[in-house]
């Protein structure tokens, strides 16, 4: 399995890794620091760089317990070391909303006792 980096520092945006598996256009990290959707938080996009190549990361998603990269195009890719960096504009964008849908909650929790069971943040252009 992958290590996951955004549970230790959600604040960190790329990380040295190591491409264990290309199948179409899934790839499979030895770690990473996209996040794969979860909490009503979008998956991260941006970018593996490998050697001169830089390939675009559409969506993330976990799938069978493996965080799989759904990138562009995976031709210029092959196994072995390369560079996770994450849209950190848009990741940190998520990362506010999430926290202030957490602020929201409580207080209809403290002020109403309404319960909030789930909420969804996404892309207005979606
Ligand atoms: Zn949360």
Aim: charged content about 25%; glycine content about 8%; proline content about 2%.
């Amino acid at each position: 399995m992958e290590k996951e980096i955004f549970l230790e520092n959600s604040y960190q945006t790329s990380c040295k890794t190591f491409i264990k598996e290309i199948n179409e256009n899934k790839v499979i990290l030895n770690q990473t620091v996209f996040y794969p959707t979860g909490g009503g938080q979008p998956f991260d996009t941006g970018v593996i760089e490998q050697g001169d190549h830089e390939v675009e990361v559409v969506k993330v998603k976990r799938e069978q317990g493996e965080i799989v990269h759904y990138v562009q195009n995976v031709k210029n890719l092959t196994l072995g070391e390369a560079t996770a960096h994450i849209d950190w504009d848009r990741r940190y964008r998520f990362m506010r909303y999430h926290t202030l849908l957490h602020v929201i909650a409580g207080h209809l929790y403290n002020k109403f006792g309404a319960l909030a069971t789930s909420n969804e943040i996404y892309e207005d252009n979606r």
